[in-house]
């Protein structure tokens, strides 16, 4: 029997369309800093930044409900948990794997070491940190309480403060899958959605939460300005790794969970559903938009708001369709290793 609620596809499809519309809002950094596709991209930007915290948050929401209560449960979740994720990962790890040695004429040893370190594509490093939170999910679910939430807070921010000492105050080039790939850094959005699966209710207004939800993106901008000013660093300034960001996406998570009617959507629940399919796949079909466009209509780059909304609209399409497809020909099982189903 199936365990989906509607309404968390639906948030799994906020999420999706956010990762999507990150990773295509590179090229609007580049202007000048007084331009409008950069202050664009800069506010767009801090305002998707709730993305990998809310799939971080729908995870721990349905695992608050999963049992263990012995050795046998705990192995019995890895051994059916960590290959759902995994070998979809590995697989097109591989692909990216052939494409970099037989196209690109990359150094084969190299980018099997991105395969082992889940880095054949920037975003994979997600899976990295997910396998990290089913592994220490008995320990974790020990923190569903409001003083395990308030920790698991000051450990998130203390990583956040850590990374932003080390990124801008040392020589120390930190790789994404050190900061991002590590469980601590995101800890606080895993234990809130423990916190709140636990069936928990949440005793905030969502006229307070509303207020705060605002107030912390706006702090959030401001945090991203005061640090492009300082450092002159763009790429990390903008990340959804700062304080400011973390308590937006907090904030925004809470009331996303507490407001559950708030929204029916039966295409947002599709794509909710092929979300993780999305989430694998999107690169490739990113990456050749982008080429793509550069040489039929290069032009297009210079209005980077419309640029942007172009290319998450392709993508989105692109993989939509590719997904149904590949699941209308192939069997669930087939579909299932490449994380279609």
């Given amino acids: 029997m199936s365990n989906r609620i509607e309404y968390f596809d639906i948030l799994r499809a906020f999420a999706i369309f956010g990762v999507v519309a990150i990773h295509s809002s590179g090229t609007g950094l580049h202007f000048s800093d007084d331009s409008i596709n950069f202050n664009f991209t800069v506010i767009w930007r801090n305002l998707l930044n ?18 263990i209560e012995c050795y046998r449960d705990y192995f019995v979740f890895l051994k059916k948990q960590i290959p759902r994720v995994y070998i979809p990962l590995l697989t097109w790890s591989l692909v990216w794997f052939a494409l970099a040695v037989l196209v690109q004429h990359k150094s084969v040893v190299h980018e099997l070491i991105k395969v082992v370190v889940f880095q054949s594509s920037g975003p994979y490093y997600f899976i990295a940190l997910i396998i990290q939170y089913y592994l220490l999910l008995p320990i974790l679910k020990s923190f569903a309480n409001k003083k395990g939430v308030v920790l698991s807070l000051i450990i998130s921010i203390a990583m956040t403060s850590t990374i932003f000492y080390l990124r801008y105050y040392t020589d120390i080039n930190l790789p994404l899958i050190v900061y991002a790939g590590n469980f601590a850094t995101w800890l606080m959005f895993f234990v809130l ?17 509303i207020v705060l939800i605002v107030s912390c993106y706006i702090l959030s901008c401001f945090e991203s ?7 002159h660093q763009v790429g990390d300034a903008v990340t959804a790794v700062k304080p ?98």
């Fill in 225 to 231: 300005y005061v640090l492009i000013s300082m450092f």
């Fill in 50 to 67: 709730f993305s990998v915290p809310m799939f971080l948050a729908i995870s721990g929401f349905f695992l608050a409900k999963k049992r």
């Fill in 193 to 209: 959605g423990l916190y709140l699966g636990s069936s928990t209710k949440i005793e905030i207004s969502n006229r307070l939460l």
């Fill in 244 to 341: 400011s960001s973390f308590l937006y996406s907090f904030v925004l998570i809470i009331f996303l969970f507490k407001n559950q009617n708030w929204i029916r959507s039966k295409p947002l629940k599709n794509i909710g559903e092929m979300s993780f399919g999305i989430y694998l796949i999107h690169m490739f079909i990113l990456t050749g938009i982008t080429i793509l466009i550069s040489r039929i209509y290069p032009s297009l780059t210079e209005i980077s708001p419309v640029y942007q909304f172009v290319l998450i609209s392709v993508v989105m399409l692109f993989c939509s369709l590719f997904i149904s497809a590949f699941n209308n020909i192939f069997t669930a099982k087939q579909s299932k290793l490449v994380g279609f189903k």
